[in-house]
T-cell receptor, first 108, second 112 residues
Framework: GIQVEQSPPDLILQEGANSTLRCNFS?????LQWFHQNPWGQLINLFY???GTKQNGRLSATTVATERYSLLYISSSQTTDSGVYFC??????????FGAGTRLFVKA | NAGVTQTPKFQVLKTGQSMTLQCAQD?????MYWYRQDPGMGLRLIYY???????DKGEVPNGYNVSRLNKREFSLRLESAAPSQTSVYFC???????????FGEGSWLTVV
């Protein structure tokens, strides 16, 4: 089956810093989603981005489907950005495969 | 608009006991899912229901059963709980296959 690898596994930032999270996948995908899991465990969908670039406030994402990767950019990070960021891919049908996540801690 | 609601939020079971996790969504979505989350392993699909009246196995279905009671509700049952089923369980829904997935708040299950 498809492999989804996220990097880095852990990231510590000072508040105000920028960061880039990466998601590589081993096969063609129909769509890709980014999720944020906050420290209380809640999973929030950030982007639905099978290709191209989208922006939402301080967050933006780019997926280059032909090269099998996606990037999540966080600018001017805040402590509330802390948590785990998951990339999830769908190759068709109902099975969406999640990466292991990038754990982000933003220091005040 | 509550989104996806699941109960209970916390549960401790003894090995061999049974229990059912309940899930309901109010977004008129066709597809519903049950995932489990274990440390360092992301989320893994247990079962899904493409539409009312259908259910199918995901990546890790052993030890679980599901019921799609109606369009709104999708339950997960552990018939004989084992310590390996200690995990956080998430119910989710989407309009259809491959659409944006919306998650419930999770159910923390410990089997002792």
């Amino acid at each position: 089956g498809i492999q989804v690898e996220q990097s880095p596994p852990d990231l510590i930032l000072q508040e105000g810093a920028n960061s880039t999270l990466r998601c590589n996948f081993s096969d063609s995908v129909n769509n890709l989603q980014w999720f944020h899991q906050n420290p209380w465990g809640q999973l929030i969908n950030l982007f639905y981005i099978p290709s191209g670039t989208k922006q939402n406030g301080r967050l933006s994402a780019t997926t280059v489907a032909t090269e099998r990767y996606s990037l999540l950019y966080i600018s001017s990070s805040q402590t509330t950005d802390s948590g785990v960021y998951f990339c999830a891919v769908n190759t068709g049908g109902f099975k969406t495969i999640f990466g292991a996540g990038t754990r982000l801690f933003v220091k005040a | 608009n509550a989104g996806v609601t699941q109960t209970p939020k916390f549960q401790v079971l003894k090995t061999g006991q049974s229990m059912t996790l309940q899930c309901a969504q109010d977004m008129n979505h066709n597809s519903m899912y049950w995932y489990r989350q274990d440390p360092g392993m992301g989320l893994r699909l247990i079962y899904y229901s493409a539409s009312e009246g259908t259910t199918d196995k995901g990546e890790v279905p052993n030890g679980y059963n599901v019921s799609r009671l109606n369009k709104r509700e999708f339950s997960l049952r552990l018939e004989s709980a084992a310590p390996s089923q200690t995990s956080v369980y998430f119910c989710a829904s989407s309009l259809d296959s491959g659409n944006t997935i919306y998650f419930g708040e999770g159910s923390w299950l410990t089997v002792v």
